[in-house]
Nanobody
Framework: QVQLVESGGGLVQPGGSLRLSCAAS????????MGWYRQAPGKQRELVAT???????NYAYSVKGRFTISRDNAKNTVYLQMNSLKPEDTAVYHCNAVIIAYGTSGSYDYWGQGTQVTVSS
C-alpha cells in the first residue's frame, strides 16, 4: 500500500507565497519522477512541474520563474514553492509520483488527494 499526502494549501493574496509538500509512504522500493498537477473548476488537470530522481526539472510555461519544485529523496517528499501567486493559480493541486512498490512487477503512477490553493484579495 502506497499513499501520497499533500499539505500546505490555503488562501493567499495575489503576490503572496505558499509552499506545498507531498510525502509518500508505504511499501516503497523506489520513487522515480515526482510532480505537481493542478485542476481549476471547469478545466482539465494540467501539469505544473515535475522532477526526476536526479533533480532534473520541468515546468509549465505559466509558472516558470515563479514556482520551484524540489525533492528530498531520503524523506520521499516533493515540494512546490509558489511565489508571486496570481488568481489564475487558484486550483486543487495534486501530487504525483511514479513508484516501484514492494511486491509489484513495475512502476505505477500514484496520486495524492489534492490540496486547495486559492489566490484572492
Amino acid at each position: 500500500q502506497v499513499q501520497l499526502v499533500e499539505s500546505g494549501g490555503g488562501l493567499v493574496q495575489p503576490g503572496g507565497s505558499l509552499r506545498l509538500s507531498c510525502a509518500a509512504s508505504g511499501s516503497i522500493f523506489s520513487i522515480n519522477a515526482m510532480g505537481w498537477y493542478r485542476q481549476a473548476p471547469g478545466k482539465q488537470r494540467e501539469l505544473v512541474a515535475t522532477i526526476t530522481r536526479g533533480g532534473n526539472t520541468n515546468y509549465a510555461y505559466s509558472v516558470k520563474g515563479r514556482f520551484t519544485i524540489s525533492r528530498d529523496n531520503a524523506k520521499n517528499t516533493v515540494y512546490l514553492q509558489m511565489n508571486s501567486l496570481k488568481p489564475e493559480d487558484t486550483a486543487v493541486y495534486h501530487c504525483n509520483a511514479v513508484i516501484i512498490a514492494y511486491g509489484t512487477s513495475g512502476s505505477y503512477d500514484y496520486w495524492g488527494q489534492g490540496t486547495q490553493v486559492t489566490v484572492s484579495s
